[in-house]
Each structure stands twice: as structure tokens, then as C-alpha cells.
């Protein structure tokens, strides 16, 4: 049962029975981020990493380290999935379970972890050597199924490399010797091509093609800030996460707030399932990246930023650090950067912990600050009141890399590609049943038909655009076009073909969503648990007609009073299968007869008190025969 | 109310109602000083606002914000009672009746219960059509005087805010998140933290149902005399407008 599953304290059977971790250890990792109850979740990161666990009285301690109370510190640590309050494996794999994954045969990858590792998913072995779990979309569907191990990531699974990888793990391998054996004389950059591929498919005109070094930098600097933001204005940039706005009008808007100081922040947590376009641009033009956002800081008076990167990105950790590094040394960071007197701007690396709402502009800036990921009252927005109150510009990766190109280029060269409205180049991360998973980068406009023909997904009846907060258009619709005003996508397309069960799919969105409310706002938090147990009931053949008007009034008022995005869009897995696969839903519920519910099943209603009472009921059991 | 309050002051509409206001007043402030009631459920007197229980959706300018955390403004038309809000409350307030369990024949709060008050004042008369979730919880009893029941528990977060506003204490706080998410104390157990039965979080009005109990006072006042035995939810409120 959904709700039965109890976090946190008060449950006598999650205590924690690892060795308690010394005193002088967690006070050491409590002054390596300077006490700092805002760097909690680095904190916990790292108790979790060397110890497998936050058990309750290593929260305690760190609650005294950062002056915060144990409860704060819970709050924190039951938030995040990939932090624990009871210990994990010593080698933690996590199965990525999305639906594009499920179609690539994870099932058999999972079988053959439980039979190697004797375990079961969701367990940890009794030596304490290992963890099997699942785990949403990791970022990896155009290479699906895939896996992290550790920090390690595991592409294009079958049987035979999983059984391989489980064995040498069993044999007590390093995750990083099953990548490659030279793993440890590898830069950054080749480990994570070792172990994930960037299926650059067509490279576009502003970000995967030619890209001269810091040349938007270069003419930033010999602009004034309001010149930065009226080329940003004038590019018809817009926001590249999804929602779209005018990022250009965001940094007038930061850049005009009076404050002691302003932030820039880098949103590279894209969560969405199907989505890995920033995975391509962190891992190919990080450089580009930390550019835009050094022009933003500029543009906005910001001297500090962070760059937010989703725990299950975990793997470019060192490389961005080694590019941070870089840049300070070439003077491209720190104190008057490329010399500019009173040009100060420096990023830190904030690494997330398995989150999907912390992509969410709010609930960022809340993890950023050390809390559990949360999304913030509106208003005040982030460009008035934002990181520990100060104005700050939340961006995501696509959108400062764009940023850059287009003080290099110039607003007029951008403006004019793409439609009115939707300018510029977009990166589409491509995935499901197509030849050709992967990324394309190509002006808005394009047709979904012209999209499937470039990449081999002539077999396509269902298309998500947008991941699950997305549309789910049928082939009647595959003339409609990728723009804003059209079907706005923050770049995920999922193809599925014929003989994939819609149903299916929509009761996966529906779980993901579940899984990810970060259960502030009640709509959201409980209303999309009765979507995904009324979906259910769909896929069992025990649904009224009268049950599709349910479907639609409840996803009406979640949408109608949730509190952020996440369950604004929620239903739309629901509502848009409803619009554009009606038939899916009326082939799958009956009238019932006489008013009386068919779908009231006496038996399984009645069989917890025939297990308490062991015996049947004389009433409704007299088919029984014993 | 100060002069130069006044002087800063703008009108707004609520269902028509002209209301006043002041910079940086929430429409339900606002309201509640027009003696327009909003229904809510997290929200409360003296306490930070907190914008989670949703109850207080109204329109304004067209789109639909939690009124207890929205900002007033000028000229605004907002709508509060209007049948297709009221239908949406009641969606609000049943799933919070479906999330936990509530059995107010036999619940000590009955009769002083928010959220049962809320039922009635929204209509709430039919069967709901929302699966249970029978969550299903430990009780805490383990402090003197105090008792926690959070199968009750609507996750409003008045006595987290409550504890660390008004008693400077942290007692309460969530953990968990989605469906998980639930109010934790800061410690092992209620005996284990410095909660007293004195504490504004643990006193009478801050918890809205029958969750955080008071040992030995209960039926005190019998059922049929107790607060929303006498009016609905909101009279106080309205009655300050006849
Ligand atoms: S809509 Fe969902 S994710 Fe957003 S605040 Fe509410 S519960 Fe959290
Ligand atoms: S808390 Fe309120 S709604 Fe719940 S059982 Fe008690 S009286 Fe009924
Ligand atoms: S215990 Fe009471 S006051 Fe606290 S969150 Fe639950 S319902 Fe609200
Ligand atoms: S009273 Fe406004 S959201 Fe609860």
C-alpha cells in the first residue's frame, strides 16, 4: 500500500546498525563547509558517501555542528532519495526505471542483479557489501537500460554486460575498473565517455557546432551591463527548461533590484523523463556554460553563482570542477576576470540528491540553502527575492550557453532563426522507438513528422513532447510544430511505437509524479495518488465511463490550487491521453449494470476480516467451497 | 488601525464587496479585517503563512492563488464563494479526509475539529468518491501530559511554526516528501523532546483536528456544546461585516 510505507522516526524497525560514526569525523566534514547549515545537503552527501547512512545519531551531531535541531536535519535527509536513514550497501546500484528503459529490457538487466548479487530490488545484502534499488530517469534513455553504480554509470545493458558487471562487483571490483581497466589514468572527460555517449546526431548552428573560445566573454566585457541585457532582450531568447520566459527580461529584472548582492544560478538538474540534452552540453561545452554565466553576473552585478548539478549527474562532477579550476587560472573566474577591475565573479559546484522537483526554480534555490527541496512561495520571485534573499537569476545550461553565443553572434544573427515567437536553435534529446536516439539541435519550427523522419521513427504512434508534464500527441498530430506557441517543449521527445500500452505509460507518469511531489501543497501531494490509483483501475478493466469525468475533475482542481508546476502539469499524462487516445480509455471501461458498481470486488473488500476472523463469511463466501 | 496606514491604504472587491487594504497585506488579512471570511486550513492567526492546505484558492485578476499568501492588490476583482471555488475546496478538503483517518464519531476533537467544521460549511453531504489511504501510524503517548495522533494529521505545520515562532522551541517539523511527507518530532519520541502541555503549539487552538491531544482534559466540554456546535466555521469572522 502506498501510504503504509512510513519515513523516518518513530518506526522501531529502521534503526540504523551500522557502527556509530566517530565524533571527531563528523565534526571534520562539518568544518570542511564551515558549519554552514546552508551547505546541509553537501554535508549529508558526504556522511552518506563514506558511511552508507544518516543514522539518528550522527543527525544529532550534525545538528550541533550547524546550530540547527535534529528535526531540521531529518527533514533534510528524508527528502532527498539518494540520502538514507538506514544504511545502504557499501556499493549502492541503482537501476534506472524509466519507461523507456522498462521497454529496453530492464527487466532481465534487474533479474540478473537479484540472481547474481542474491538480492532482491529494494534490498541490501546482509554482508552490507551491496544495495539494488530503482530509480527514475537517470538522464540516459537514448542508451537505456542503464544503471549507477556509486558514482559510476552503466550504459545499454543486456543480460550478458550485467551479468558480467554483477560478477566482477561480486568479485569485489571497483564500479570504475568495470568502465575501463586504465580508468585511473583517464582525464575527466574521457571517464565519462567511457561511460555514457553523447549521441550527437546533427549539431545545429549555435551550440554544437564551431564554437570560438570565450569570444562572448570577450565583447561582454567591453559592454555595460544594460547593453548585455538589451542584446539578450533583443535575441528573443527564452528560457530553455520548459516555461519558457524571456531570460533576457529576468536579467533586467535581477539587475534592477537594489541589493547588498545578487546570485546566478546554473539549473542543470533537467529531471524530466526523456530528457539528457544538458548532459550533452555539460559534458561538450562546459566552457560555454560557465561563459553565459559569467556574462549573466555581469550583466546583473552578481559575484557569486552556483551551479546546481542533479545528483544523478554525479559522474561530471570532476570534470566541471577541473573546468571551475581551469578558468580561475586563466583568470576567467575570480577577481577582475580577463582583468576587468571590479569584474569579480566565482562559481561553486552544488551537487543534488536525487530530486526532481529541485528543478523546479524554487525548490532549487531551497536545496541550494540547504533545505529540503521545497518550492518557495511566489511572489517574491527569485529575481527580487531569491538565494538567502537576494535577487538571483535561475537559468538553465541550454539557456546561458545560448546566452554566450549570442554576445558573440549578435541578437540579429539569433533572432533570426527559427519562427516569430520561438527563435533560435533548440536541443532535442531523442529517445523510444527510433533508429536514432539522441540529440539534435535544429531552429524551432520543425514538424514532429519532419523530426521522426530525421531520426528513423517512422514506426511512431504516440509521441511525448516534453516529457511527462508534456503532450502525448497521436499520429493525427504529427503535423503539429516544435515551437513556444505550438508544442512547447523544454526538448524531451519519447517515441513509442504501435505496440506499446498507452495505459501503461500514463500509470507510469502518474508513479513518477507521486514519487516526486514533494508533498507541500495538498492537491499535489494527494490528489495525484488518486490519479494513479483511478489509472490503475483503467488498466484492470474495472472502470466506468463515468469514471474518465472523475479523471477530469480531479486533474482539474489539482491543477486549478497546486502550488507550483510540478502539479500544475501533473495530470497532464491523463488529460492529454484523454484528448488525443480517447478510444484507449473507452475500450477499457464498462457500464455497469443496475447502478450497481461492477467494480466493487465484495471479496477482496471483505478478505482483511476473513484473515483476522479466519474463517469465510456464511454471506458472501457461500461459492466457497472448503 | 494607524494614520498612515490609512493613508497608503487601496480598494479591492471580493464577490463585489469593496475591501480595503494596505501595502503588503495578503487578500485573506485583508478579508479578515473586512469581515470577508476565506475558508483556510494552514493558515492561522499569529503564525507565519505557510500557503501548503490550499483550502483559501480564490480567483484573482482570473487566475486561482492561495489568498492566505497572495498579496492584495489594487483594484483587484477577487472571487471567494462562487460555486465552481466551493467545489474545489471540497475536492481540497475530502482529500484531506481520505489521506488520513478520521472517524469523528469517536475522535476527541469533534465538534472543536476544523476540518469537520470545514466539511459542513462547504457542504460536504454527499459519499466522496476518493479511495482511502489508511495510513497507519504509531500513536505517541509517550510524554505526561501530551499525546500525538498524526492519523489525524492534515499536515497544516501549525505546531512546527507555532513551536519555532511563538515558543522559540522547534518541536515539530516534516520529513519525508510526496505522499511520505508527515509532521516528525525532534527527537526519539514527544517524551524526548522539551515539548510542555504549556506550549502555545501543544495548546487548544493551534492544532485544527484531533491530533496533538492534551491528556485528561478531553469531553471536557461535552459534544453539543463545543465551538462549531454554535455557528459555522467563519461566523466570527462575518459577523464583524453586520
Ligand atoms: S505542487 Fe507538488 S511539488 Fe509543487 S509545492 Fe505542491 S506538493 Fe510540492
Ligand atoms: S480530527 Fe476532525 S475530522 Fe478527523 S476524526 Fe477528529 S473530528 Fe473528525
Ligand atoms: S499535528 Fe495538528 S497542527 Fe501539526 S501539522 Fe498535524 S494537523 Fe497541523
Ligand atoms: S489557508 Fe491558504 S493555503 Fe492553507
Known sequence: MENGHETGNGVAAQVCDVAPVPDAELAA??????????????????????????????????????????????????????????????????????????????????????????????????????????????????????AMVNDVVLTRLTPETARAAAEALKAGEAPERIVSERFSSLTPHERALHMVDNNIRHAGEVLLGPVPEEAGLNNAVSMTPAQIITAVEDSGLRGCGGAGFTTGRKWRFAASERAEKHFVICNADEGEPGTFKDRVLLTERPHLLI???????????????ILYLRGEYVYLRELLEQVLEERRRRGLLGKAILGVKGFDFDIRLQLGAGAYIC???GALISSCEGLPGEPKTRPPFPVNRGYLGYPTVVNNVETFCHAARILDRGAKWFHAMGTEGSHGTKLFSVCGDCLNPGIYELPYGHTVRELLEMVGGGEAAAVQVGGPSGTMIARDSF???????????????????????????????????????????????????????????FRKGLANPEDIDYLKELSGTIIETSRCGLGMTSPNPILSTLKNFPLVYSAVSKPSKDGIRDTFDIQSAIDGARKIAKRRSYIFDKDFTQ | MSGTKKETGFTFTIDGIEVTAYAGQTIMEAADEAGVYIPRLCDHEGLRHQGSCRVCTVKAGGRSVAACTQPAAPGQAVENETPHLTKMRRDLVEMLFHEGNHLCPICEASGNCELQAMAYRLDMTEATKFPYLEPCRALDASHPDIALDTNRCISCGRCIRASQDVDGKGIFGYVGRGIHRRVAVNGENLADTDAEVTDHAISAEVCPVGCIIRKRVGFAVPIGEREFDKGLIGHDIEEKRK
Open chain 1, 29 to 146: 566534514i562539518c568544518t570542511r563547509y564551515g558549519c554552514d547549515k546552508h551547505r546541509m545537503l553537501d554535508i549529508l552527501r558526504e556522511v552518506q558517501d563514506r558511511y552508507r547512512c544518516i543514522a539518528p545519531s550522527t543527525m544529532d551531531r550534525i545538528a550541533a555542528g550547524t546550530g540547527l535541531t535534529r528535526i531540521e536535519v531529518e527533514g533534510v535527509a528524508s527528502f532527498y532519495s539518494f540520502l538514507s536513514l538506514t544504511p545502504k550497501g557499501r556499493v549502492t546500484i541503482r537501476l534506472c526505471d524509466d519507461i523507456v528503459d522498462r521497454y529496453s529490457g530492464l527487466e532481465a538487466v534487474s533479474a540478473i542483479f537479484e540472481e547474481v548479487l542474491g538480492i532482491r530490488i529494494g534490498e541490501t545484502s546482509a554482508d552490507g557489501a551491496f544495495s539494488l534499488e530503482v530509480t527514475p530517469c537517470i538522464g540516459m534513455c537514448d542508451q537505456a537500460p542503464a
Open chain 1, 479 to 537: 503535423h503539429r510544430k516544435l515551437t513556444f506557441d505550438d508544442l512547447a517543449t523544454g526538448g524531451a521527445i519519447i517515441i513509442f511505437n504501435g505496440d506499446r500500452n498507452i495505459l501503461e505509460i500514463v500509470e507510469y507518469y502518474m508513479s513518477f509524479f507521486v514519487h516526486e511531489s514533494c508533498g507541500y501543497c495538498t492537491p499535489c501531494r494527494v490528489g495525484n495518488v488518486f490519479l494513479q490509483k483511478a489509472i490503475q483501475k
Open chain 1, 291 to 305: 561563459e553565459g554565466m559569467t556574462i549573466a553576473a555581469r550583466a546583473v552585478g552578481a559575484r557569486e553563482g
Open chain 1, 359 to 361: 528543478g523546479e526554480e
